[in-house]
Nanobody, 127 residues
Framework: QVQLVESGGGLVQAGDSLTLSCEATGGAFVNYVMGWFRQGPGKEREFVGGISRKGGQTVYADSIKGRFTASRDNAKNTVYLQMNSLKLEDTAVYYC????????????????????WGQGTQVTVSS
């Protein structure tokens, strides 16, 4: 059983940068493909990006491609989401999620593919 705790959210202005962190405890972190999702006001939860078990592959949603970067430090059991050039529409609760997949390295975009979720961290972008 893995526990995930996000941090780093906050209130920023459009154009600013922010880095989210997600620390995992309770499992072998390298066995998990990690994903980032977000849910804006009145919207469905959507895939933002994901990173393979050893960090060699990343996948991103078109809406954030080129602005957000996922990375991970397996020695620290932590995954990061570097967010640059933030826009008003990036306002959402951001969640990290873990997909137990020691036998594969496929990054899934569907939330139903992920086994564990953090509690979320609020990111608010103002004009």
């Amino acid at each position: 059983q893995v526990q995930l705790v996000e941090s780093g959210g906050g209130l920023v202005q459009a154009g600013d940068s922010l880095t989210l962190s997600c620390e995992a405890t309770g499992g072998a972190f390298v066995n998990y493909v990690m994903g980032w999702f977000r849910q804006g006001p009145g919207k469905e939860r959507e895939f933002v990006g994901g990173i393979s078990r050893k960090g060699g592959q990343t996948v991103y949603a078109d809406s954030i491609k080129g602005r957000f970067t996922a990375s991970r430090d397996n020695a620290k059991n932590t995954v990061y989401l570097q967010m640059n050039s933030l826009k008003l529409e990036d306002t959402a609760v951001y969640y990290c999620a873990a997909d137990y997949a020691p036998w594969k390295n496929t990054i899934m975009s569907g939330p139903e593919e992920y086994d564990y979720w953090g509690q979320g961290t609020q990111v608010t972008v103002s004009s």
